[in-house]
């Protein structure tokens, strides 16, 4: 339930902030330590009822009413808290609750400072008294308590009597699945064997077991599909397997006396002897299938399970055995498949598309995203309208108001809520905040964690951090599905996420009805049915007739504003109307000179920041009493100096600046005088340490929380660089004993690195090394050695590579990606041998360096790098051909992506060329995992046959 969920989003927080307004010398003011108690008393246990209230799924108006009662009592209660401590500290503490009580424990005594906390807390308490009454009036504890709501009509339904004829794109699939099902690898063991298909709701997931178990049943002595909902009944679940399966009467005798222990025995009884095929179809969680699982037995029939869900972990979790079972993701339908299967729905044909229809179907088309629940639905609503552009035109703008309102959009809107109901209320206010950017965003992991913790969203568990709490919430919605990952690492982490079009409509649906993001701009305007003032603002676009608009709105509790566009930024109101932002994101937008920065200084709940990939030149003279904020993110700007006093935001954890040679500002910040005393920062980026005062660079030796620290050198060879050289050493000598975690470091040219080879002690929490430089280590760094257990990622420039480099690389455990870069290898000849880097999953030889003499022979043995998934190198045929053209890739069993570069100096024939893109081709065609192989430097006519074997695979 969306209202629910906002309002756990600053319920839970407000909660933790009065426990702390009471934990310390406030707690003397007897007066003001009572009405806190009883105020925070009387929230707990309206936050009981509003969880659950959560349980249903289906809340009547009164409850929608009351909850939103609650959330903007929430609400109002926080900002209430946070200007007295404002007002009562001058705007002036730097430290947290405790510190700013001790400081003005002596003011906070006096009558009047009691009275007007007092006042304001009866006010609030009125407020508690009358949501209190209004629950009982609506007797909202009788519903809360009433069991929990069910569907009338399971919506998976209408996927298990789809025609045949109305089946789109999943023939590939099918067929590929298929196959799989019934081959049998080893005559001699004839296991059970599990498939797992996974994907966001609405793809196709139940039609595609379906059509897989129609056409393989007739290979099994019985067959079985059963559907289990969110909150399964083992019993039920039994009870439909057994009544699909045959036997004979006297087996079933009192079977409504059976209890789950029986039901297990019984179904294991009935299959021992069969072989059998059974569809579970939509599975919600790991203990929903490890209660069934027993019923089905490893009988050595080569017995067939399919079970389908939504969520990444319970599919891996019905898959135990990687070598036996199979994990399939659902992929969005290609634009082919997807036009056919829409305008056969409405045409009868998809070649009988008006053209006056086709531009607004580009739209609704691209809104579907390949989503075929949703290209069914869509299409079925338009087939009953009349066939006009304006009609049309309608529905594409009301996709997302219309999915609960529109009868022939139920479904749809049932099957995507399923999903969203079955989060937890925190995970909820996450998704919904989503909300805030424009469709095809790409949203940044590292960004929207930040702005997570800055609203207030995420609290510490269980000795996890505030950062690490978000960044599971955000790979939760990935495992959920909810959102789709983007760019995935080589730690198997996506880097950013996206949210399909038919989600962002739900969510957008939910939170505008929820008055939890207000949006503006571009054709959407949230503002004229909202109940409840503006706590979240998006402008998509703003020009005279919006800014019109937010003049008569009151922007003084707007705790987030993000411009995700600025064609007339000018017309933005002034920040000084903001007064509770807690973030503030300008990225991406120009003509920032045009805005009026005056009045950010007393934005005093700010948290986070963002200048990002702005026109920006220099910074507001107010930031530096910004005092609360965490984040401040001047990428890709061109800001070149920070204020001096910048030191003095002793808060901030994120000082994220210029990245060096691709960045506007070309890497011209100095590292500030005193940044020393900033001893929360976690992370600082594109700082010249050369540009920087050598105390400057002392001082980071001293940020003991400091986990990512990316730098720029240049001006190698004058005194100036090696007195800077021998005072970054120093402190990154004292961060070896605190907590940093990747160090990158970037130089102009060929700046010499030289005096990282005297680093020591190495952190041990290190585990990214990168160097982006033409500068090569002479040899290896003595700290590159198996002790780096944490060692993750290295990227790094030798003159040569050796024989005793590459077993100490292959001996680090922990290492997942290498990055190579080299003038030469001993021998001319790199073998990577057998059992070496057993746990690498990327590896690539660069070819950046200049002049480098292409004189090197790689391959790879038998049991090397037994977990590779991606693989960039070049192949030196010139060489090659002493040795044969042979690369090893076949050796590499999980082996996914392969570029090899046929590089030949002139000193080999086109036509040996092509004969070593044929052998390592072939030696692909060999392995077992299929790898998708991209050969740079082949002939024409053999780069047109590669791409067409690369679809193939």
Known sequence: MEVVSASHGVLGPLLWKLNSLLADEFVRLKGVRREIRSLRSELMSIHAAVQK??????????????IALVRELAYDTEDVIDKFVHHHGNGTHHGGFKEFFRKTARRLKTLGSRRGIANQIDDLKARVKEVKELKSSYKLDDIAGSTVERSAVDPRLSALFVEEEHIVGIDGPRDDLVNWMVEEKDSTTKNLKVLSIVGFGGLGKTTLAKEVCRRIQGHFHCHAFVSISQKPNVKNIMKDVISQVPCKKEFIEDIDTWDEKKFVAKLRQLLQDKRYLIVIDDIWSIPAWDAIKYAFPKNNLSSRIIATTRIVDVARSCCPHGDIDRIYEMEALSDLHSKRLFFKRIFGSEDCCPDVLKQVSNKILKKCGGLPLALISISSLLANRPKVKDEWERVSRSIGFALDKNPSLEGMNRILSLSYNDLPPN????????????????????????????????????????????????????????????????????????????????IISKSVEDNFIASVGHGKTDLANRQGLIRRLSVHHIDQEVASVLANEDLSHVRSLTVTASACIKHLPSLAEFEALRVLDFQGCQNMQLYDMNGIDKLFQLKYLSFRDTDMGELPSGIVRLYGLETLDLRDTYIEELPPEIVQLIKLQHLLASEGLYSRAEGRLKIPNGIGNMRNLREISGFNVIKSSLSAVEELGNLTALQELHLQLDGGG????????????SSLCKLGGWQLQTFRVRAANSTPLQFLDSWSPLPSSLQRFQMTTNYCFPRMPKWITPKLTGLAYLDINLVEITEEDLHILGEMRALLSLV??????????????GHAFPCLKEFYVSLSLPDIPWNTYLKFEEGAMPKLEKLDVPFFVSVAKAYGFRLGINHLPCLKHANVSILDKGSATSSESRAAAAAIRNEANANPNHPRVFIMGEMEEDAEESSTDEEEG
């Not at 209230?53 to 009351?66: C, E, R, S, T």
């Not at 004058?718 to 050493?729: F, T």
């Not at 290898?825 to 041998?833: F, G, L, M, P």
Request: glycine share 4%; with cysteine.
């Open 53 to 66: 209230y959560a349980m249903l799924q289906h809340p009547d108006v009164q409850g929608k009413v009351w």
């Open 820 to 833: 190579l870069s080299f003038y030469g290898a001993q021998n001319e000849r790199i073998i990577v041998r």
């Open 427 to 506: 995970l909820k206010t996450c998704l919904l905040y989503l909300s805030i950017f424009p469709e095809d965003t790409v949203i940044n992991r590292e960004s929207i964690v930040r702005r997570w913790i800055a609203e207030g969203f995420i609290c510490e568990e269980r000795e996890q951090s505030k950062q690490e709490v978000a960044e599971n919430h955000f790979y939760e919605l990935i495992n959920k599905s909810m959102v789709q990952p983007v760019g995935i690492g080589y730690d198997g982490k996506a880097r950013a996420c996206q949210v399909h079009d038919m989600m962002l409509e739900l």
């Open 718 to 729: 004058s005194q100036e660089y090696k007195r800077h050289e021998d005072m970054l050493l």
